[in-house]
């Protein structure tokens, strides 16, 4: 398992991207604040285990590609640190709107939970984003990566269960001012740029 530093570290910053503005915050933001609590935690719980099902293909594909060719390791690495760095860019220069999103009819609990599911597993850049997040904290000899990364899946769905909860909680404060306050709205995308700028530095310094 890996060392309680680096999960603690991993949390962490897993913590911070799920306050990060995203379209998955973003949308269970607006859709606690329109049709309530139950409703946002039922667009979260949707999320999560679409996460679940993200973690599953990335650490049983990492996995295959791990054993069977170093060079696989630093081709992949490099692909993700660009993509990464194209994330930074976006949000550095994404407008600061008045207006985030808007308004969906109402739904039942069901639906809102089947919305939540869908959205996340049809989003490409989720598994992008793993691919190029999960494996930064992969140590050699700390265990078989496959149980490493499902650990690591683990940490992120709990810290997303946690942020976007919160999220949820508080959406008609945080909705309201994310939707009146342009100011805030470029101050969380210049966070948003320096963590991903970060975090493709951290993986073009990664060592197999």
Not at 25 to 35: E, G, I, K, R, Y
Request: aromatic fraction near 14%.
């Amino acid at each position: 398992m890996p060392a309680f530093e680096t999960s603690t570290a991993f949390f962490s910053l897993s913590l911070l991207l799920g306050f990060s503005p995203g379209p998955d915050n973003l949308f269970v933001l607006m859709q606690s604040a329109t049709h309530g609590r139950k409703a946002g935690f039922c667009v979260v719980l949707g999320l999560c285990c679409g996460l679940l099902v993200h973690t599953a293909a990335v650490a049983l594909g990492l996995a295959a590609v791990f054993a069977a060719s170093p060079a696989a390791f630093t081709v992949l690495k490099f692909a993700g640190a660009a993509y990464l760095a194209y994330l930074a860019w976006q949000a550095w220069h994404a407008p600061a709107n008045a207006k985030l999103a808007q308004q969906a009819p109402p739904m039942n609990p069901w639906r809102m939970l089947a919305r939540g599911f869908i959205m996340n597993l049809t989003n490409p850049k989720v598994i992008f984003f793993f691919l190029a997040f999960l494996p930064q904290f992969v140590a050699s000899g700390r265990g078989a990566v496959v149980l490493q990364l499902c650990w690591f899946g683990f940490l992120f769905i709990l810290a997303t269960l946690v942020s976007f909860g919160l999220i949820t909680c508080f959406a008609a404060f945080l909705g309201a001012r994310l939707r009146s306050s342009p100011r805030m709205q470029r101050r969380l995308h210049r966070l948003t740029a320096i963590v991903f700028a970060g975090l493709a530095l951290r993986l073009v310094l990664a060592k197999a």
